[in-house]
């Protein structure tokens, strides 16, 4: 399978600043990636679809200025959340889909704002 | 709307039997269906893809597709309490995304 790799695993942040995370496919293009979060015991929620060279596609209810979604090469997609407060604490998923339409997942990222 | 629908348990079954997880999906244009598995605070993990009707088989995981009755399951044979997990089912969307279920959790007993 495909490998995709998340970064950081974990952060704590203050309530205000902006935290930024990483999603690299390391064997493969990806020209889409997709971005999860998942808060405790519940499923996985769809945030938006990061497309590379252009602007990211928001699910209902996201809010694109606060989730900012960077997709600037076939293997790096960023998601920065800005001015994180405590809601925003949840554990943040990419995906790529590779061939025969499987989507690998990154490792997570757990995101605490005290 | 486009769903995916699981129970979502718990599942409880004893070590060494069969675990039987179910799914159905509403998009009849669905060609690709995935079965992940998920520990708690870890990221899913693809464990099987089936693309046409019938059965498949992967060691101890066969994945069946009935796209007739929109129906997708798994089977865990000589179930282990390491497969205790939750088991997301998911569609391959007409947009490049993957709809998923909300997941049944799977408890294996010693």
């Known amino acids: 399978g495909a490998v995709v790799s998340q970064h950081p695993s974990w952060v704590i942040c203050k309530s205000g600043t902006s935290v930024k995370i990483e999603c690299r496919s390391l064997?493969?293009?990806?020209?889409?990636m997709f971005w999860y979060r998942q808060f405790p015991k519940q499923s996985l929620m769809l945030m938006a679809t990061?497309?590379?060279?252009?602007?990211?596609?928001?699910e209902q209810g996201v809010e694109k200025d606060k989730f900012l979604i960077n997709h600037a090469s076939l293997t790096l997609s960023t998601l920065t959340v800005t001015s994180a407060h405590p809601e925003d604490s949840s554990f943040y998923i990419c995906?790529?889909?590779?061939?025969?339409?499987?989507?690998?997942f990154g490792q997570g990222t757990r995101l605490t704002v005290v | 709307q486009k769903e995916v629908e699981q129970n979502s348990g718990p599942l409880s079954v004893p070590e060494g039997a069969i675990a039987s997880l179910n799914c159905t999906y509403s998009?009849?244009?669905?060609?690709?269906f995935f079965w992940y598995r998920q520990y708690s605070g870890k990221s899913p993990e693809l464990i099987m893809s089936?693309?046409?009707?019938g059965d498949k088989e992967d060691g101890r995981f066969t994945a069946q597709l009935n796209k007739a009755s929109q129906y997708v399951s798994l089977l865990i044979r000589d179930s282990q309490p390491s497969d205790s997990a939750t088991y997301l089912c998911?569609?391959?969307?007409?947009?490049?995304?993957?709809?998923f279920g909300k997941g049944t959790k799977l408890s294996v007993k010693p």
């Open positions: 089936i693309y046409s009707n």
């Open positions: 998009d009849r244009g669905s060609q690709s």
């Open positions: 990061s497309n590379e060279g252009s602007k990211a596609t928001y």
């Open positions: 064997d493969f293009q990806a020209t889409t």
């Open positions: 998911a569609s391959g969307g007409s947009q490049g995304n993957l709809i």
């Open positions: 995906s790529a889909r590779w061939a025969e339409g499987k989507a690998f």
